[in-house]
């Protein structure tokens, strides 16, 4: 598919366990954006990657959150010691450039902490 | 601190209708602005992008209109159908010159046959 594509689309946890969510961007991108989106509110930014850096991390809401991009397209995003309120959806979004260019999302990963 | 402003309130219109959608933000001064339509289970889709010297901007039935006095943009959606109901987010780029959308919690449009 010419898509960005997530995995896994849903993922159940206990309390205080390790979660790794990866995002596949459209081919070609260079910007990968992950945002948090909870229950009727809109998309929060986390991490963007411009390349294989993160451009900016200022989103992340503490250290128990991580996220790569080693090879420039692959991104994991890496959650420690999950917390019940980090249940959300967690969104990927690639775009050619970090720029206004229209941002494309994927279709999300429902992460549910028990 | 800056805000977007969507109505939580689901908007019901009849089939064949406008709707109309209202985004309002404060402390702001974006250099344009987005809208995206949301379905459920599903990720954000890009549908337009004005720019703060833009007052208005058509693609096939939608319109959108940005009036940075006000600090308000609205979509229209004309001849409504059934297959537009979903949520719309408004999106605005922060201040400090980083073009990191800041998403409004969007507004769900229901349109009924």
């Known amino acids: 598919g010419a898509g960005v594509s997530q995995t896994p689309s849903n993922k159940v946890t206990e309390k205080g366990k390790y979660v790794e969510l990866r995002c596949d961007p459209i081919?070609?991108?260079?910007?990968l954006y992950w945002y948090r989106q909870s229950l009727g509110q809109g998309p929060e930014f986390l991490i963007y990657?411009?390349?294989?850096?993160?451009?900016?991390d200022s989103g992340l809401p503490n250290d128990r959150f991580f996220a790569v991009r080693p090879e420039g397209s692959v991104s994991t995003l890496k959650i420690q010691r999950t917390e019940r309120g980090d249940s959300a959806v967690y969104l990927c979004?690639?775009?050619?450039?970090?720029?206004?260019?229209?941002?494309?999302f994927g279709p999300g990963t429902r992460l549910t902490v028990l | 601190s800056q805000k977007i402003e969507q109505n939580s309130e689901a908007l019901n219109i009849q089939e064949g209708k406008t709707a109309t959608l209202t985004c309002n933000y404060t402390?702001?001064?974006?250099?344009?602005l987005q809208w995206y339509r949301q379905d459920p289970g599903r990720g954000p889709v890009f549908l337009l992008l004005?720019?703060?010297?833009?007052k208005e901007k058509r693609k096939e039935r939608l319109k959108v209109t940005f009036d940075t006095t006000l600090k308000q943009s609205l979509f229209h959606i004309t001849a409504s159908q059934p297959a537009d109901s979903a949520t719309y987010l408004c999106?605005?780029?922060?201040?400090?010159?980083?073009?990191?959308?800041?998403f409004g919690r969007g507004t769900s449009l229901i349109v009924h046959p």
């Open positions: 402390n702001y001064s974006p250099a344009y």
């Open positions: 999106a605005l780029p922060p201040s400090g010159g980083s073009y990191i959308p800041t």
């Open positions: 979004a690639s775009s050619l450039l970090g720029t206004i260019h229209e941002q494309f």
């Open positions: 990657f411009q390349g294989t850096g993160a451009a900016d």
């Open positions: 004005i720019r703060e010297n833009e």
């Open positions: 081919s070609g991108h260079t910007a």
